[in-house]
């Protein structure tokens, strides 16, 4: 119960580098009882990423009355990340959330799919750890403060309360335990921040632009803090430039904001034996991102070759993106380096060529005793997918604040192996269209008022928020398409398909959704 004497409820002062302990005796142990070595009731008894610590705190300001400044929430947002965060092992197949990638469709068993990933991504359950009371009261939580999801879908032809605390919280807390070897042992091996100072080697995929490579220069700006210069360029030569600054939080979660010719980007990275990988993406849209992979300068490491891909029987140029290249590079059997074109320890630039018998497939590629990504030999391409093959877009502008949620997609070529198998040869330049996916979409002209399909780049407008006149019964501009990728094979042309869902605003926007 809040009262007007409780600490966490005081008028918030300005407060000058505090640590993140004092703020917690001062702000929330009105609420939150303390328990001796520092620890508080609930607080204490769970484990988060900083998106997940922010939104406890998010949540106690919003539900609870907890008066904080933005200075001492995120100070005691990186406090709590590093005294009770997540292991690096913790996080793997569940950072797609965390970086913004909300296209991703990720399988969870019964029932928790049905119980949990109905509302939000099985991430946001994954990306913490509790006991198995602390579990309990998250689902008494859920009662208490969201009554009506008996009544959901998937809830009310069910005893959803028995089964959350029967079958789901023994899961939860088997599971996602508040104890673990992977976090007591990552305590103790935690890295020294200042091991990220220096130059990175990057190499990254924007959809609807295409490759990049580049350098990020990495200076300390004292504890956990850095400045950030990038310089690089797509594979169409116009550049990728900006500054910025960084945190790390918990030994490995990288978080920064770097200003990109005007556009401010999140840099949501893990870093790990010497490399960075992660995401970047529009601040304002977070649909508009790239993947982000580095390596240090004191880690040699082959990272990407762009493009990945060579015909048999044809020369192309590719170039070799990494840290610490020396030597010649090798491709595999059946393909020939003609010359080396541009050669340093960050990138390698050589022209190709593939034998005209040359077996399709993936081959390794190496430079010197460094082992990387695969180059794809084809004779042809198979098919043809787009990726992501399901995806959302939202309507938005109109005269309201909520921005439009872009569709960007990639058209993937994908050939057959000597083995008869399916293998993964590359993004393509593709044309684009949309169609109606159904006959319902097609009698409602969903393609003439969702929104607008970019020909040659595989980027989805949405329409207007708001009613529409000239719509059916004045409805909003969402739609039911499908996208529709051409890639040019020898001069036919191969098609993949792709569902877009074109639907309303996104209201609640989480840190993790």
């Known amino acids: 119960m809040w009262s ?36 508080f009731s609930r607080i204490s008894h769970q484990r988060k990423t900083p998106e997940g610590w922010l939104m406890t705190i998010g949540r106690m300001q919003n539900m609870r009355g907890l008066s904080i400044s933005d200075e001492d929430r995120r100070t005691v947002v990186k406090y709590l990340s590093n005294k009770q965060g997540l292991a690096p092992s913790e996080t793997e197949g569940m950072r797609y959330a965390i970086e913004r990638r909300l296209n991703t469709i990720k399988p969870f068993s019964q029932p928790f799919s049905d119980m949990c990933t109905r ?11 509790r006991p198995a009371q602390e579990w309990e009261h998250l689902i008494n939580f859920h009662m208490a403060q969201f009554p009506s999801l008996e009544y959901h879908t998937l809830a009310r032809d069910r005893d959803w309360l028995p089964i959350a605390m029967k079958q789901i919280l023994p899961q939860l807390a088997s599971q996602y335990p508040l104890d673990s070897k992977a976090w007591s042992d ?23 632009k295409g490759e990049l490579a580049g350098i990020m220069d990495v200076a300390s700006a004292g504890g956990d803090t850095f400045k950030v210069s990038i310089k690089g360029q797509y594979a169409d030569g116009s550049p ?20 990109i010719d005007g556009v401010t980007m999140r840099q949501v990275f893990a870093a790990s034996k010497g490399g960075l990988e992660g995401r970047m993406f529009d601040k304002s849209h977070d649909e508009r991102g ?13 990272l990407n070759i762009q493009p990945g891909y060579v015909k048999a029987g ?29 050669q340093s320890p960050e990138r390698i630039k050589v022209r190709l060529k593939a034998a005209a018998n040359a077996q399709p497939g993936l081959r390794a590629v190496s430079v010197g005793t460094l082992k990387g990504p695969s180059l794809s030999v084809y004779s042809k391409i198979a098919s043809v997918k787009v990726v992501p093959e399901y995806s959302v877009a939202r309507i938005g502008e109109g005269g309201g604040s ?28 593709a044309q684009w269209k949309v169609e109606a996916f159904d006959d319902h979409a097609k009698e409602d002209e969903d393609v003439k008022f969702a929104g607008t399909m970019q020909a040659d780049t595989g980027v989805f407008t949405p329409g207007d928020a708001g009613p529409n006149p000239a719509r059916k019964m004045s409805t909003n501009n969402a739609g039911n398409l499908k996208v529709i990728a051409a890639v040019d094979e020898a001069g036919k042309s191969l098609t993949g398909e792709g569902h877009l869902i074109v639907t309303v605003q996104r209201w609640n926007n989480p840190p993790i959704p």
């Not at 409780?6 to 993140?20: H, I, K, L, V, W």
């Not at 430039?241 to 770097?258: C, I, P």
Request: charged residues 20%; proline residues 7%; contains cysteine.
């Open 4 to 39: 007007a004497t409780s600490p966490a409820a005081q008028p918030t002062e300005p407060t000058n580098q505090r640590d993140g302990l004092t703020i917690i005796k001062e702000r929330c142990a009105g609420c939150h009882i303390p328990e001796g070595n520092d620890s």
């Open 240 to 259: 990728f430039n900006g500054d910025g600054s960084a945190e790390l939080y918990n030994g490995y979660e990288w978080r920064g904001n770097v200003t």
């Open 290 to 302: 790239l993947d982000f992979l580095a390596a240090h300068q004191g880690t040699p490491r082959l």
């Open 186 to 208: 990552w305590q103790m091996a935690r890295p020294q921040s200042q091991s990220l100072v220096g130059q990175w080697s990057f190499s990254g995929h924007m959809p609807g």
């Open 119 to 129: 509302c939000h991504t099985g991430a946001r359950v994954a990306l913490q750890r």
């Open 402 to 429: 909520t921005p439009k949620v872009q569709g960007r997609f990639d058209a993937e070529a994908w050939g057959k192996g000597a083995d008869g198998k399916p293998y993964r040869i590359g993004v393509f330049p």
């Open 314 to 342: 044809g020369e192309t140029e590719v170039t070799l993106i990494g840290s610490g290249l020396e030597g010649a590079p090798d491709f595999g059997k059946g393909v020939e380096v003609l010359e080396v074109v541009e």
